[in-house]
């Protein structure tokens, strides 16, 4: 009888632990949360980022002669189209150009003619 009383106390020990235990767990403290009423509003946040910023798309661009940059038509940012004139040379180096290659011209046919006639000539003779 003795061991029997043993084993029913052990028994009631164990399940009071049990119980315990199972009332602790339970009895947790409650998490403490921030709540809010909605309320119709501007919504703004700050955010700090680092990074870099790329364009979506990216053209390379070039004039077809080289020179002096005259006159740039857009800013910085601007946004462009095909075809959209971006910046303009200074003209005055190609006329410059354009007068020395007409001279050229003029001797070479200059030269041409005399030469012409020079055969020309000196055949007749």
Do not use: C
């Given at each position: 009888?003795?061991?029997?009383?043993?084993?029913?106390?052990?028994i009631?020990?164990?399940?009071?632990?049990w119980?315990?235990?199972?009332?602790?767990r339970?009895?947790?403290?409650?998490?403490?949360v921030?709540?809010?009423?909605v309320?119709?509003?501007?919504?703004?946040?700050?955010?700090?980022?680092?990074?870099?910023v790329?364009p979506?798309?990216y053209?390379?661009?070039a004039?077809?002669?080289?020179?002096?940059v005259?006159?740039?038509?857009?800013?910085e940012?601007?946004?462009?189209?095909?075809?959209?004139?971006?910046?303009?040379?200074?003209?005055?180096?190609?006329?410059?150009?354009?007068?020395e290659?007409?001279?050229?011209?003029?001797?070479?046919?200059?030269s041409?003619?005399?030469?012409?006639?020079?055969?020309n000539?000196?055949g007749?003779?």
């Open positions: 009888m003795l061991t029997k009383k043993r084993i029913i106390i052990s009631l020990i164990l399940l009071a632990l119980g315990g235990a199972s009332y602790y339970s009895t947790k403290a409650v998490v403490p921030q709540t809010e009423t309320k119709r509003g501007t919504l703004s946040e700050i955010v700090s980022v680092t990074g870099e790329v979506k798309d053209a390379d661009f004039f077809q002669s080289t020179g002096t005259d006159e740039v038509n857009v800013r940012g601007d946004g462009v189209t095909a075809g959209q004139r971006i910046a303009s040379l200074d003209r005055s180096v190609l006329f410059s150009q354009l007068k290659a007409r001279i050229a011209l003029a001797i070479v046919e200059q041409e003619k005399q030469a012409h006639l020079r055969r000539t000196s007749k003779s």
